[in-house]
């Protein structure tokens, strides 16, 4: 390896949530350790593993020049996201004026549903479900309607078609969040399964607003297929949007973008989400969109990728093999994990409210499942060198699941 994806790195006080924000009391975070327990941070969506050297170099050569005044994007800029989707996603047709700046992904989906929807409007979504859909809807008025995601006789999370129409129909719908890559379930959608959920949009005039945040973070090459590209339906009536902040652990920079080619709704989206002027790039976040987007950032993609299949693969079988009463899917993107213990916290008596608990308390700070509806799981973020990935499984192994029950 090029690149070192080993090192455990020392967070505390450095800004992070995913190790300072335990026990905050707020419901979202997981308890803090007991004493004698170090947290392994396995529940927000970040990594423990430093960024590109391509994007810190980038970044350290423009704090070099130490002016920092008004600015526009540079062509630079365009031109490294043009490049990206064509050598990573297979995109040939993007242009600058189909790119447009935002702050956050999830701010990109409020715009996105206040062009598609009035307040109050029910809006799709697969459920289990990304916490920020909820938190974003709930805050700003939209009405989510879940329609489960299925496990296949293989053991693969599918889309039921026959429910999203009912949905749809019953309530009146005409926009989707849809996730591609799909957190928590961590699918990489397939091309005849975009292509049904196309046909069946398109069917009932649902616009789509296609979250691909997670669209390079690919497990044992899995291949992402962006939804517009699926046809020239989905290419005109969808809303994307991207970010390179889960592939290169940069969320607390700021930065992500949309793209959008049908110009009715990309000037409809860019008003709206002009509105309130505070949706503007940060000059240090453009630069470290370039390093990351670059010839050597791919490198060390191509590398994450490999080290989290790694992750994943050894989490996936060692639940598989270990831990009777509990069903995990194996993730295909994304590097979290969705683990289902309701038969296990059944047999052993144990309420689903408790069962994160008895992991948190051994500082494996695994996320409840009831963040993403669903109550009974627990997503677990392998986003962490290697050997904090074993030996989270060993204190399960010892502490939740094995022989040492009696000291709860
Ligand atoms: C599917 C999905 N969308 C959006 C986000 C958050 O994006 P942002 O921080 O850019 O709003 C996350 C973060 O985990 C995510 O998993």
Known sequence: MRFDFNTIPD???????????????????????????????LWVADMSFATAPSVTSAIHERVDHPFFGYYEASDAYYQAIIDWHRTRKDVSDLVREHIGYENGVLGGVVSALNVLCSKGDNVLVHSPTYVGFTAVCNANGYKLVHSPLVLDVEGVWRMDFDDMERRIIENHIHAVIFCSPHNPCGRVWERWELERAMELFERHDVWVISDEIWSDILLDGHKHIPTQQVNDWAHEHTIALYAPSKTFNLAGLIGSYHVIYNTWL?????????????????????????????EEGAAWTDELCQVLSKNASYAYEHI?????????ARAEGTYVLLADC?????????????????????????????????????????????????EAFSRLDKFVFGVSEARF
């Open 11 to 41: 967070r505390r006080g450095r800004d992070a949530i995913a190790v300072d924000g335990l026990g905050d009391g707020s419901g979202f975070a997981p308890a803090a350790p007991m004493d004698g327990f170090d947290s392994i941070p």
């Open 266 to 294: 990309r000037d409809r989206v860019d008003k709206e989400q002009s509105l309130s002027h505070y949706n503007s790039q940060n000059v240090l976040s453009m630069h470290a969109l370039i390093g990351a987007y670059s």
């Open 320 to 328: 598989r093999d270990k831990y009777p009463g509990v069903t995990c």
């Open 342 to 390: 309701r038969a296990w916290c059944d047999e052993h008596d144990v309420s689903y409210d408790e069962f994160p608990h008895r992991g948190w308390a051994v500082g494996v700070t695994w996320h409840d499942g009831a963040l993403f509806e669903c109550p009974g799981f627990v997503r677990i973020a392998v986003s962490v060198p290697y050997s904090q990935v074993v």
